[in-house]
């Protein structure tokens, strides 16, 4: 991937919030949900409900499409990511736990969550420790990113497709971390997981 791509893709990753999901219905309609994620890197964080339509529709077909952007009074400025990749349940402690506490830095208002919430799974989703038996943490591993660039003419897209390789670098740094190592090396940003992969 060149690398202008690559900066390209961590900088829109980094600057937005929200992202829209799709995922496949039991009844062949597609579902799109708009949701809040984080990313380490290239991997892409979300955490739902576990009674939610779209978990259901993850557990029978992990298969993803994602879209992120944001309007631009100038055409030529829009820029944006659309994606299909693989949705996991995080399962590993370490890891749900590294994600909630990076999901602060990106929201810091979830660190005084709304009294004005009366759903408690509502609430239970944007606490600054969500409980593993109410809230999933999904983890998205990209397969394919288009990089929609307008300023390169309008229209404009790269498509980007992530080999094993690409992500088994992310993944293994992520493995350390979160396997007892500590976060050494994340003393700023995301972590060390970024840098890793731009280098690869």
Excluded at 19 to 40: C, E, I, K, L, S
Excluded at 63 to 92: C, H, M, W, Y
Excluded at 98 to 106: S, V
Excluded at 130 to 146: E, K, Q, W, Y
Aim: glycine share 8%; hydrophobic share 40%.
């Amino acid at each position: 991937m060149m690398p202008r791509l690559k900066s390209l893709i961590l900088r829109l990753l980094d600057e937005h919030r929200l992202m829209t999901v799709a995922t496949n219905r039991p009844d062949g309609w597609p579902q799109a949900t708009t949701v809040g994620y984080v990313n380490d890197g290239y991997l892409l964080y979300c955490f739902i409900a576990r009674n939610a339509q779209k978990y259901a529709n993850i557990r029978r077909d992990r298969r993803v499409s994602i879209a992120i952007g944001s309007d631009a009074p100038n055409p030529f400025d829009i820029k944006g990511l659309s994606l299909a990749g693989q949705a996991d349940e995080v399962t590993d402690r370490d890891e749900f736990d590294y994600i909630a506490r990076l999901r602060l830095k990106r929201f810091p208002e979830y660190s005084m969550p709304a009294r004005s919430l009366s759903n408690a799974a509502a609430l239970d989703r944007i606490a600054p420790e969500p409980s593993p038996a109410n809230v999933v943490l999904l983890r998205i591993a990209p397969d394919v990113i288009s990089v929609l660039d307008y300023s390169k003419g309008f229209g404009h897209s790269d498509l980007v497709t992530f080999s094993a390789n690409d992500l088994d670098v992310h993944l293994s740094s992520a493995r350390h971390r979160w396997n007892g190592f500590g976060e050494a090396g994340a003393a700023k940003g995301d972590g060390p997981a970024q840098a890793d992969v731009g280098g690869a």
